[in-house]
């Protein structure tokens, strides 16, 4: 295990020293995070389904889904996928998490998710109910597993906060999408 966890930092080293995303030095303003993030995702091989860097709290990367494997092999080595679970509807995602922004506290009908921080800073609110839990700021490479209907917030710090996330959908024959959001509480007064 201690072997795997050496992997998994020195990977997460690899993916900022070369690819320098988030200096914590410079004032990269929001158009050079996605495009940093963008230009990462595109030297790796990754197609980019959807960029949405629209969102007031950030945005995201939708990835292809025919990637999953390598997807995961680059940013979720420590967990461990069935031949089955590959097989079924699985999306990859980065979200883009501005300082000081949060996204709605919120949960899913049809998905459960898996988030790791891969640079940057971030926190996570959550709980089983709708009364908020307490910040916890995420650790850098720590995977974070969040069950259908877990309420959770992610957060951002004092600086960007970049979260790899996979969408477990729970029911492959009606996937979920960005409609599968019950916002219990949000800053942009958004339904």
Same mark, same amino acid.
């Given at each position: 295990?201690?072997?795997?966890? &050496? %992997? $998994? $930092?020195?990977?997460?080293?690899?993916?900022?020293?070369?690819?320098?995303?988030?200096?914590?030095?410079?004032?990269?303003?929001?158009?050079?995070?996605?495009?940093? +993030?963008?230009?990462?995702?595109?030297?790796?091989?990754?197609?980019?389904? +959807?960029?949405?860097?629209?969102?007031?709290?950030?945005?995201?990367?939708?990835?292809?889904?025919?990637?999953?494997?390598?997807?995961?092999?680059?940013?979720?080595?420590? +967990?461990?996928?069935?031949?089955?679970?590959?097989?079924?509807?699985?999306?990859?995602?980065?979200?883009?998490?501005?300082?000081g922004a949060r996204l709605s506290w919120q949960y899913h009908?049809?998905?459960? &998710?898996?988030?790791?921080?891969?640079? /940057?800073?971030?926190?996570?609110?959550?709980?089983?109910?709708? &009364? %908020?839990?307490?910040?916890?700021?995420?650790?850098?490479?720590?995977?974070?597993?969040?069950?259908?209907?877990?309420?959770?917030?992610?957060? /951002? %710090?004092? #600086?960007?906060?970049? +979260?790899?996330?996979?969408?477990?959908?729970?029911?492959?024959?009606?996937? #979920?999408?960005?409609?599968?959001?019950?916002?219990? &509480?949000?800053?942009?007064?958004?339904?």
């Amino acid at each position: 295990m201690r072997f795997l966890s &050496e %992997l $998994i $930092i020195f990977d997460l080293h690899i993916f900022k020293t070369d690819m320098d995303l988030l200096d914590k030095n410079s004032q990269l303003n929001e158009n050079e995070v996605f495009q940093k +993030v963008e230009d990462f995702l595109e030297v790796k091989g990754f197609r980019i389904g +959807v960029k949405d860097d629209k969102r007031p709290w950030g945005g995201f990367f939708a990835l292809d889904e025919k990637q999953i494997r390598e997807f995961a092999a680059m940013f979720f080595e420590d +967990v461990e996928f069935s031949e089955l679970q590959l097989t079924q509807k699985l999306s990859p995602k980065l979200l883009l998490v501005a300082p000081g922004a949060r996204l709605s506290w919120q949960y899913h009908h049809r998905r459960a &998710e898996i988030w790791k921080l891969i640079d /940057g800073e971030a926190g996570i609110v959550r709980s089983p109910t709708d &009364e %908020l839990g307490k910040l916890e700021k995420m650790d850098l490479g720590e995977t974070i597993f969040l069950a259908q209907g877990e309420r959770h917030r992610l957060v /951002g %710090l004092d #600086s960007w906060g970049i +979260v790899a996330e996979i969408w477990m959908h729970t029911d492959p024959q009606t996937p #979920s999408s960005e409609e599968d959001i019950v916002r219990v &509480e949000d800053d942009y007064a958004r339904k």
